[in-house]
């Protein structure tokens, strides 16, 4: 039997980039806040710190920060007439776990989406035509735009200290930075990163082809930066341990540098680790959440009452959480009707791999997780799609996040998969090689979606989310175009051989693609398309908002951190100034 | 300066001073401990990935760097026993995009595996008497798949051994693969350095200083600021 524990007034399931701020952001405004996070407490001292953090063995190949498979996983399949089957290991996407949640082993890329990818549907329809879109895409405006968006972007920006150029200030084009961004309301907090060597050579060839090139926005930091919660990050020292480990030179931005530390301070917020939120419990009627149940370490039932829940974990359990809370109508592929779990989209990620003369040292270890150079040629719809036969597109750029062996040991094509003929490649081409990334889009198709597992159970006995997925026609189109730009700037790059490795079906968990799962719980405008209304509340139980990436209508060809930070302040906003005057709906139907 | 490269002011360590094939013999009679593998599996694992990642006349292979302990140790540890997998059935086989679905730790793997390949072969020649280029052979038809080996298709059982081999060829030393750090040398990973900040903008460097694994004294070069406060509880 739970036992019933003092109400408060608000809960986050998750302690989060999002469970963070929020947490932070409400308990400063007078409420009483309790954070639940599965995952253990940790801090960058004394938890991150050299030399342990520095080992790839542990943290990048048995995922040591990730959340623990034995307890929790996904189950997979390509379509519907399979049967899923659990990711028994994590190798495809890695979900994180513990205080600070993924942005503790994130790379640091912030990159904003496109003023259309907000009204995306409206605007390709107006301007290619309404029968442009392939029917199978479910492709939706998500109900704000990024005029409203802007000062939460700018917010969450200036909270991380992002390193970069600005390339649109109120829509003034500004040199060296990204021509074809939506406007911004400032330069970025601090300037860009140093340019290491794969960026410049990268740079160079895509200037010789009339591109774009601008440093990649990072929040692995160019200089010390004392954010508006007077907490300071340092500067980033190109250490090469960013992506799947924690940083130890308080330079990458994390809830721990930016912004628990002060949530922490206030008496109003109270943390609680190794907590399982089993699920959201509501009222008779069903349109009130009356708090959360969860179970701690050692087994214990407990009941949280609270007035606002607020459901800030990763995107898969965000929408894991709903279905195993009765909250919403799931969605039904065979009908399209029901919306949690409609609208699942990934990210279609290719690669094209230069390889160098021996005399051309790469150096790929001196890297930060988001050091590097990029082009916006070719993403979203910065280009004409009227001569294509799809809509998105992808960031092209050398971004190489330290050259950790275990992982990265390229060779050229031809090269023995084994044996001497691999060795002696490998030791030829490690230190010669530069991958460029083509960092996708990825489209909400009708056959794609999530729901309940019926076979397999977590720890504690509940279902598992089940991912039903595979690349839609489009997303293979379009990752067939980028992907050949990206190998003609690699011939540009002076490299002796160039392979690329366009992105094909089916999608496999077996390779290590992105993290990036976005949807199932998404916003909009239309009850029977999405889950949330614009502000991020549920449509169905209005004391309940659901912050995260589970919340975009599609995925953009971008990193999605900021545009998650940007409606975390969105939906904070509307939480303080609409719902807390006036709990109930904020948008009616 | 308080950080960067300048803080490992030992002498470079010489490419010469590494153990080369022909010192390898050196390296290898500093002989493991096995705590998992018996005699007749260590024998296979040792022949196995001597031709996988073999020596050459510059750099020691697998087998010299150590891979045998690093797998032996894997198996006997948590990995071993199957920490961070998951573990409920049913047990279906799946798709190729569904990923390791077998009931087997990685333990239990290694051993069924390896019992039913030296029990195929006992009659006959064992792996590790064979030519080289026989155990070539007979590793490419484990990697084409086909072969039952107790319940592992031998070419999952393959992609695991090989896996594991790569891993403790370039892991850090610390796990007992990657002897003296020879798989680092020998493509020039200088290891876990805390900073680059000072070097970075000097494009295409070469860099001359011997690696550093996590097992080496290094404090006082790697804290960026251990002077700042933690705040969690």
């Not at chain 1, 302690?15 to 409400?26: D, P, Q, R, S, Y």
């Not at chain 1, 979900?95 to 549907?121: E, I």
């Not at chain 2, 064979?130 to 031998?154: C, I, N």
């Not at chain 2, 694994?213 to 290094?218: F, H």
């Amino acid at each position: 039997m739970a036992e019933r524990l003092r109400p408060v007034n608000v809960v986050t399931v998750g302690v989060g980039m999002t469970g963070a701020i929020m947490g932070k952001e409400l308990a400063a405004a007078g409420l009483k806040v309790v954070g639940i996070e599965r995952g253990p407490g940790r801090d960058t001292v004394p938890d991150f710190q050299s030399p342990a953090i520095h080992d790839e063995l542990r943290f990048a190949i048995r995922k040591a920060l990730m959340q623990d498979n034995v307890k929790e996983t996904v189950t997979v399949r390509n379509s519907s007439d399979q049967t899923a089957l659990p990711m028994r290991r994590w190798i495809g996407f890695l979900p994180g776990t513990g205080v600070g949640g993924a942005l503790v082993h994130w790379n640091g890329q912030t990159y904003r989406f496109q003023p259309a990818d907000f009204v995306y549907k409206t605007h390709l329809e107006q301007r290619y035509g309404k029968s442009f879109i392939d029917p199978e895409l479910t492709v939706q405006d998500w109900g704000v735009t990024y005029g409203e968006l802007e000062p939460h972007y700018d917010r969450f920006e200036y909270l991380c200290g992002t390193s970069g150029k600005a390339g649109n200030i109120k829509g003034q084009i500004q040199r060296g930075g990204n021509p074809f961004e939506g406007p911004r309301s400032r330069e970025y907090p601090t300037p860009p990163m140093k340019e290491p060597y794969y960026g410049a050579l990268f740079r160079k060839g895509a200037e010789s082809l009339g591109y774009h090139p601008f440093p990649q926005p990072a929040s692995t930091l160019s200089q010390p930066y004392t954010n508006p919660e007077g907490l300071t990050l340092q500067q980033c020292v190109f250490c090469g341990f960013c992506e799947r480990f924690a940083c130890e030179h308080f330079a990458k931005a994390s809830p721990q540098t930016i912004v628990l530390p002060a949530a922490l301070k206030n008496t109003n917020y109270e943390l609680r680790t190794n907590c399982q939120v089993l699920r959201v419990n509501l009222d008779s009627t069903g349109k009130t959440a009356t708090g959360v149940t969860y179970v701690d370490a050692a087994g214990r039932e407990f009941e949280q009452p609270a007035d606002i829940v607020l459901i800030t974990a990763y995107a898969f359990n965000n929408v894991r959480l709903l279905l195993n809370s009765g909250i919403g109508k799931p969605y039904d592929p065979s009908t399209g009707e029901g919306a949690v779990g409609r609208n699942y989209a990934y990210q279609t990620v290719s690669a094209s791999t230069v390889f160098y003369d021996a005399d051309v040292n790469i150096n790929p270890f001196m890297a930060s997780g988001s050091s590097g150079t990029v082009i916006d040629d070719f993403s979203g719809d910065n280009f004409d799609h009227g001569p294509h036969k799809f809509i998105g597109g992808a960031y092209v750029g050398a971004i190489m996040t330290g050259g950790r062996p275990i992982e990265f040991h390229p060779t050229p094509p031809g090269t023995p998969a084994w044996g001497l003929g691999w060795k002696q490649a490998v030791a030829r081409h490690y230190n010669h090689t530069v991958v460029l990334t083509v960092h996708g889009s990825s489209h909400p198709a009708r056959h794609n979606y999530l729901d309940l597992d019926p076979t397999y159970k977590d720890a504690w006995g509940l279902p598992l989310l089940r991912m039903t997925f595979d690349f839609p026609d489009n997303d293979i189109r379009m990752s067939s175009y980028v992907t050949d730009k990206a190998t003609e700037i690699g011939r540009a790059m002076g490299g002796k051989t160039v392979a690329s490795a366009p992105r094909r079906r089916p999608y496999t968990t077996t390779a290590y693609q992105t993290t990036h799962n976005t949807g199932g719980a998404v916003m909009g405008n239309d009850p029977k398309t999405s889950v949330l209304n614009r502000y991020l509340q549920c449509w169905d139980v209005s004391n309940v908002f659901v912050v995260g990436a589970s919340a975009f209508a599609h995925n953009a060809s971008y990193n999605p951190t900021n545009t998650v930070g940007a409606l975390t302040f969105w939906a904070l906003d509307a939480i303080k100034n609409q719902y807390l005057k006036s709990p109930g709906p904020l948008v009616h139907t | 300066m308080p950080i960067g490269l300048a803080a490992n002011d030992a002498p470079a360590q010489e490419r010469p001073s590494v153990p080369t094939a022909a010192g390898s013999s050196a390296v290898a009679a500093q002989v493991a401990t096995y705590l998992f593998l018996n005699a007749e599996e260590a024998a296979f694992i040792e022949a196995a990935v001597a031709r996988l990642i073999p020596a050459d006349d510059r750099w020691p292979g697998a087998l010299e760097a150590g891979v045998p302990n690093y797998i032996d140790k894997q198996l006997n540890g948590a990995w071993g026993a199957g920490e961070r997998l998951y573990r409920s059935g049913p047990w279906q086989t799946g798709t190729p995009s569904q990923g390791y679905q077998l009931p087997f730790t990685p333990a239990e793997f290694f051993r069924t595996a390896i019992s039913a390949i030296n029990a195929e072969l006992r009659a006959k020649t064992p792996f590790a008497k064979m030519t080289a280029a026989e155990q070539d052979t007979y590793l490419h038809s484990l990697e084409a798949g086909g072969k039952d080996l107790g319940g592992v298709p031998s070419n999952i059982f393959f992609s695991e051994l090989w896996e594991s081999t790569v891993e403790g060829f370039f892991s850090d030393p610390v796990y007992g693969g990657n002897r003296a750090m020879v798989a680092w040398r020998m493509i020039g990973f200088p290891g876990a350095y805390a900073s680059y900040y000072d070097i970075v903008h000097q494009h295409g460097i070469s860099v001359d200083r011997g690696p550093v694994s996590l097992a080496e004294d290094v404090h006082g070069h790697v804290h960026m600021n251990p002077a700042i406060p933690a705040h969690l509880p």
